[in-house]
T-cell receptor, first 113, second 112 residues
Framework: ETGVTQSPTHLIKTRGQQVTLRCSSQ?????VSWYQQALGQGPQFIFQ???????GRGNFPPRFSGLQFPNYSSELNVNALELDDSALYLC????????????FGPGTRLLVL | QQQVKQSPQSLIVQKGGISIINCAYE??????FPWYQQFPGKGPALLIA?????SEKKEGRFTISFNKSAKQFSLHIMDSQPGDSATYFC???????????FGSGTRLQVQP
């Protein structure tokens, strides 16, 4: 177990709705990254937060947004859900710099109908 | 240039055998190469990682071989066990981008 927790574990939404996913980082970690993992594929980087500031972003549209709180927990918000947003959403926490190991949570399985 | 190519897509090995998974990359800025193991319904778990200043790293039954000039690295699982049956992902990270770039995954099945 990595100490990274995510909620909820599963979620079903309909197209056009909005969703918020939550992540609690491992103790002592100040950096959180979010990834999208479609079925049968490797995780794709969405964005990273370091000390409450966005610190890098992958090739995802602006309707994917995030927050990091002073206790280093984090949220991923997705607006105007599309069917292709159905995936496992993973958060990973790490401490500081760019060469630090990222530890993943169990993920939230999102199904968009 | 951000791609990491992984092969094979699936692998069946007998118990006690050696499992070998290969990855190749193009971006010379990558400087950290972890391997993750993922069981169904779980998040990826770090297995072993290597930096390009060494050519090999061994931890228990798991070994990473790294060829910087060829831009290739591989995972060897010695004495494979049924409990090793999972999906394995190679990944790469560069200092500038901070994100992990993952391969497409290898589904390993170890038969008893």
């Amino acid at each position: 177990e990595t100490g990274v927790t995510q909620s909820p574990t599963h979620l079903i939404k309909t197209r056009g709705q909005q969703v918020t996913l939550r992540c609690s980082s491992q103790s002592g970690h100040n950096t959180v990254s979010w990834y999208q993992q479609a079925l049968g594929q490797g995780p794709q980087f969405i964005f990273q937060y370091y000390r409450e500031e966005e610190n890098g972003r992958g090739n995802f549209p602006p309707r994917f947004s995030g927050l990091q709180f002073p206790n280093y927990s984090s949220e991923l918000n997705v607006n105007a859900l599309e069917l292709d947003d159905s995936a496992l959403y993973l958060c990973a926490s790490s401490f500081g710099g760019t060469r630090e190991t990222q530890y993943f949570g169990p993920g939230t399985r999102l199904l968009v109908l | 240039q951000q791609q990491v190519k992984q092969s094979p897509q699936s692998l069946i090995v007998q118990k006690g055998g050696i499992s070998i998974i290969n990855c190749a990359y193009e971006n010379t800025a990558f400087d950290y190469f972890p391997w993750y193991q993922q069981f169904p319904g779980k998040g990826p778990a770090l297995l072993i990682a290597i930096r390009p200043d060494v050519s090999e790293k061994k931890e228990g039954r798991f070994t990473i071989s790294f060829n910087k000039s060829a831009k290739q690295f591989s995972l060897h699982i010695m004495d494979s066990q049924p409990g090793d049956s999972a999906t394995y992902f190679c990944a790469a990270q560069d200092t500038g981008r901070r994100a992990l770039t993952f391969g497409s995954g290898t589904r390993l099945q170890v038969q008893p």
